[in-house]
């Protein structure tokens, strides 16, 4: 989708991108070759011209920053396809909800090889080395809450990645609610351990593992390895439809 989308670039808009669409052109190398039959003005030629010079230029070098920057950030799904090989999936635990008063005690991150669990009193401050591996974020609502959180405490981290906050691009395809009623949705099965854990139950178990219960932290991880592991299956589900949406809405 990024290889054929155009507001990112200087002076194109949503109508010209949906022109460009609208003439049946599928990628940058199409919209080249048919420029002069593009239905947008002479200006805007030479403005997506230009953009998709400069577009390739960064792509080829595996700049992430260019399109976190200059993608809209409801828009940052668009380069899933080409930015996935770095991305981290992403889900943290806290002892509540407001950051200053409540403390993150588990950070998950899965690049789509090996999950991750960091741990409050372990080696949760590792997690600063850990993010700077990668060029794309996916979360479920860490655009409100995971990453603000995390970035509280934690300010050295940058988080100038590209950065898919699932829960805005699954509203466009009809998904609703929270993360777990989205699964069931989509017929995804958490393991018996963890089926009733919840946000609040999260907090429970790491309460009880703070007064020496290992098992609970045991199925606290557990619980969080499926959040961020689920994100995968669910980005790749509806990734297609995603594009789908996006060309006959925008």
């Known amino acids: 989708m990024l290889r054929n989308s155009y507001i990112h670039m200087t002076g194109i808009g949503k109508t010209v991108e949906k022109n460009i669409w609208n003439a049946g052109i599928n990628s940058w190398d199409e919209a080249i070759e048919n420029m002069a039959a593009l239905p947008i003005t002479a200006a805007k030629k030479t403005a997506v ?14 700049d992430y920053s260019y399109f976190a920057q200059t993608l809209p950030s409801a828009e940052h799904w668009r380069a899933y396809s080409e930015f996935s090989k770095d991305a981290a999936f992403v889900d943290i635990e806290t002892t509540g909800l407001a950051p200053g008063n409540d403390t ?3 950070v998950g991150i899965y690049n789509k090889k090996e999950a991750r669990t960091y741990v409050q009193g372990i ?3 590792d997690i ?8 794309m974020l996916i979360t479920f609502n860490g655009a409100r809450f995971d990453l603000p ?3 509280h405490e934690f ?3 940058e988080f100038d990645q590209l950065h898919i906050d699932l829960m805005y691009p699954l509203k466009r395809l009809g998904y609703g609610g929270g993360l777990k009623k989205i699964e069931r949705e989509m017929g995804i099965v958490r393991g018996e351990n963890v089926q009733s854990v919840d946000g609040w139950e999260a907090v ?3 309460r009880r593992y703070q007064r020496g219960d290992e098992a609970a932290l045991d199925t606290l991880l557990e619980y969080n390895r499926e959040d961020i592991v689920n994100l995968e299956t669910i980005i790749e589900k509806v990734y297609p439809s995603l594009i789908q949406n996006c060309r006959c809405k925008e």
């Open 204 to 206: 429970r178990l790491w």
């Open 123 to 125: 080696d949760l401050e």
């Open 155 to 157: 300010p050295e981290i």
């Open 104 to 106: 993150i005690t588990v």
């Open 149 to 151: 959180f995390i970035k």
């Open 49 to 62: 011209g230009n953009g998709i010079e400069e577009s390739e230029s960064y792509l080829k070098e595996g």
């Open 128 to 135: 600063a080395d850990e993010f700077s591996k990668y060029k």
